[in-house]
Each structure stands twice: as C-alpha cells, then as structure tokens.
C-alpha cells in the first residue's frame, strides 16, 4: 500500500513538472547560463563614483563616505578615483573643493590605518553652458591630469556638444563619455559608432548591465558590450544600495568573455601605472 502512494505520487509529480516546464525552464535557464561579476573586481580602479563626502550627491558625509569605502573593499576592489558632479548652480565644485573634501577622507583613513586602497581624485563634468568656459582657463579637473570624464542630459544633447568634445580634445584631454548607454536620445549601433569615431571614449556603468536603470538601459548595454563599444568601467556608486547591488550583479555567460576584458582596461589607472 505505502510503496502504491509513493508511486502514485512521483507520477504525479513527475506530470506537475511537464505541466509546468513552461514556467521553470526559463527560471532554470537564467540561472544556469548567467555568472556572477564581484569575482571579476579584484583589484579593478573605479574611474567614476561618488564617494567623496559632502559635495555632491554621493556621500553624505565623512562616516557614509568610510561605510561606502568599505563597501568597495568587500567587493575587491584595488582602489578609485572619485568623480563628484561639477554642474552649474546645482553642484558649482572646482578642483579645489574637491581636492579639500578628498584631503579630508584620506586623513581619517589614515588615522584609522586604513589606507590600503589606491585613492585619487577628479571630476565628472556636465557638459552645461559652464563648461567651455572651465574648459578654456582651465578651471577642469580630469582623471590623472589626462582623462576628462563628461556627462549630459539623458534627454537631449546641448546644443554645441559638437564643438565642446572638439575642444575639449584640442585642449589635449581624452574625453570619456559617462554611461552611454543611459541617454535615452542616442539609440543606434550606428549612432555611437558615429560618436565613438568623433574621438569619444565609452565607460560603462556596470550596474547598467542589471536592471537598475530599466530594461531598455540594459539591452543597450549588453549590446553595447559585446560589439566591444566600451573603453573603460564605472560603478558609479553613490549610496550602499549600489554596493549591495554590485554584489549580486549577475550578466549572460555569453558576455562574461566581453567583461572580464574590459574591465582589465581599467589597469591603466593602477597605481603602478601612474
């Protein structure tokens, strides 16, 4: 009687499963055919996130400023350079301010003994009516004097961003574009292979790669990747959030390949290197 219950009962489970294999194989695909990225971020540099406390919308303060810090640490990571916003009116910082925020981090890292990551600073700039005049009397801040790290609307371009990456490049900086993927007016392969040929270089926010910024914002990444679009890797990160996410960040296994090469760009900005 008991083994007819058992039997009757793998039966049934075994037709549950057909009947519902339309429900589970793609569940179980996903989960077989994707990889985790946190392995790959040992020792990577960030070129672009927000830790430094206080001037822009990153870190609040000295204490959210050291949480993120070991947040990155538990991810990995070799070092950073921070990236606070330089935009008109809403975040007016100059090499200056930033520099002094920056100071002020490495010291209390210091006093806690805990400086074993590589730690720089630069900015982020937006490509705002400030910007051509930072530009020409050099009021910038690039990424190791050489790198200038430029954002925009995600909706529509400024009106002479023609002429600003032109001179911007004619000034001697190699102007990386933020997030490419996240403005929603540029959709095309063509269109960014059209930038990319302007002398632009593309970073790519690694949690583009999840849904973090919408599902469009994720297929223009992914494609993006692997038609080899990119030239460098960011996090981005402004709060915990980013972190935690950062740690469960998984990508299609078919563009694990196309990852683990870029981000060994990044080995440029090692301290070793500069």
């Known amino acids: 009687m008991v083994f007819y219950a058992i039997k009757t009962l793998c039966k049934f489970n075994f037709a549950f499963k057909l009947k519902n294999l339309y429900c589970l194989a793609p569940m ?7 990889k985790p990225v946190a392995p790959l971020l040992k020792g ?28 990155i640490k538990s991810l990995g990571l070799g070092g950073f350079i921070a990236t606070p916003h330089v935009m008109k009116d809403t975040y007016p910082n100059t090499q200056k301010t930033i520099s002094k925020a920056s100071d002020l981090l490495i010291k209390a890292l210091k006093e806690k003994e805990d400086q074993d990551l590589f730690i720089a600073s630069a900015a982020e700039h937006m490509l705002d009516e400030d910007y051509e005049g930072h530009l ?38 190699k102007a990386i574009l933020a997030h490419p993927e996240r403005y929603n007016f540029i959709e095309s392969t063509k269109d960014y292979v059209k930038l990319k040929n302007s002398g632009l270089l593309f970073q790519l926010n690694l949690l583009s790669l999840s849904k973090q910024y919408g599902p469009h914002v994720q297929k223009k990444a992914l494609k993006m990747l692997k038609a080899g679009l990119y030239d460098f890797v960011g996090t981005d990160i402004h709060h915990m959030k980013h972190i935690e996410k950062l740690h469960k960040l998984q990508i299609p296994s078919s563009h694990y390949p196309y990852l683990k090469e870029l981000l060994e760009k990044n080995h440029i900005f090692k301290p070793e290197q500069v």
């Open 28 to 34: 179980n695909f996903i989960f077989k055919t994707s």
């Open 44 to 71: 990577f540099v960030d070129i672009h996130c927000h830790l430094i406390p206080g001037i822009d919308d990153g870190a609040k303060d000295l204490d959210h400023a050291l949480q993120l810090i070991e947040g």
């Open 136 to 173: 020409k009397s050099k009021q910038v801040f690039p990424i190791l004097d050489e790198y200038m790290l430029v954002e925009m609307s995600y909706y529509m371009p400024p009106d002479n961003f023609e002429t600003l990456i032109f001179e911007t490049l004619s000034a001697g900086y």
